[in-house]
């Protein structure tokens, strides 16, 4: 299994961009998607994530601004209204947990998201 992770730039406040994450091999292994952030001096943090039922979450920090979706095997997020504390690296994310155990965990390798005027 592979996750690559594209759309990063460099966007002005307010501006809106598209990450997405396109997962190679079977999405039936995962009942879990998401994606992190992680700011220079930061640590890793979660931004979104969606369950295989179709439930969302989201951190606070980006609730009514982000959007986690879904299309085949690509895994997008939508980042409107972008503010400069959204500059990070992007971590796409897929995983499986079963009975309260990680049992897959798999990484993309980053996407850098700059928000500067």
């Known amino acids: 299994v592979q996750l690559q992770a594209c759309g990063g730039g460099l966007v002005q406040p307010g501006g809106s961009l598209t990450l997405s994450c396109v997962v190679s091999?079977?999405?039936?292994?995962?009942?879990?998607l998401a994606w992190y952030r992680q700011a220079p001096g930061k640590q890793r943090e979660l931004v979104a994530v969606?369950?295989?039922?179709?439930d969302k979450n989201y951190a606070d920090a980006v609730k009514g601004r982000f959007t986690i979706s879904r299309d085949s095997a690509t895994v997008l997020l939508r980042m409107n209204n972008l503010k400069l504390e959204d500059t990070a690296v992007y971590y796409c994310?897929?995983?499986?947990?079963?009975?309260?155990?990680?049992?897959?965990?798999?990484w993309g390798q980053g996407t850098q998201v700059t928000v500067s005027s």
């Open positions: 091999g079977s999405m039936s292994l995962f009942n879990g």
């Open positions: 969606m369950t295989a039922g179709g």
């Open positions: 994310n897929a995983h499986r947990y079963t009975l309260g155990t990680l049992q897959y965990d798999y």
